[in-house]
């Protein structure tokens, strides 16, 4: 496996990436009747969304998401997804070519109890090729309070990160250890925080 595609999140006019989850009822495609299928090592979810804020609500604003068939002979064959939400989906053209189906201005509401962790302005030099990017990686951090979809507290939480970040230990960068790599490795695919 390689580093994984983040969710983003549209907040306050600016692009970030979802670095950290913490409760239950985030979008799962699977509620939708839509079957992922994974064709790149960098998304092994088989769809990567974009979410935002109408007024305080939480909605799902863009869908990426690969359907197939895969009864198909001799190989897969892509399949249109369904409309949701009042939306068709784009289907797959050199705009975003590792997905085959996309969904724009989605504005589907997501009924979310918990917090996230939203970042910007990665720290390249923290890069691993594993896994999800924590919230440490990033010089810009906000956590978001949801209940039941709708946002009830928000709060830079940069300098606490930072501080964290100073704290933390090399070996969550690459262990060093053969027998602590299998656990490094799968906590690298986790977002809890």
């Known amino acids: 496996m390689t580093a994984q595609f983040l ?5 306050k006019e600016k692009d970030y990436a979802i670095a950290g989850i913490h409760g239950e009822a985030l979008f799962d495609p699977e509620n939708l009747g839509l079957n992922p299928a994974v064709t790149c090592t960098a998304c092994s979810r088989g769809y990567v969304c974009t979410y935002t804020l109408l007024g305080k609500q939480l909605v799902v604003s863009r869908l990426a998401v690969n359907l197939l068939d895969f009864h198909a002979e001799p190989e897969w064959l892509p399949v249109p997804g369904p409309e949701i939400n009042g939306r068709k989906p784009m289907l797959a053209e ?50 978001l309070l949801f209940d039941d979809g709708i946002l009830t507290e928000s709060q830079d939480v940069s300098l606490k990160v930072a501080e964290l970040r100073k704290k933390l230990e090399p070996t969550l960068l690459k262990p060093k250890e053969p027998k602590g790599k299998l656990k490094w490795v799968k906590d690298t695919f986790k977002l809890d925080y």
């Open 7 to 11: 969710d983003g999140f549209r907040y």
């Open 94 to 143: 050199e705009r975003f070519p590792l997905f085959n189906n996309l969904y724009e201005d989605l504005e589907l509401p997501v009924r979310f109890t918990g917090g996230l962790l939203i970042a910007r302005d990665f720290i390249q030099e923290l890069y691993v090729h594993m896994g999800f990017h924590p919230a440490w990686k990033f010089h810009e951090v906000w956590e």
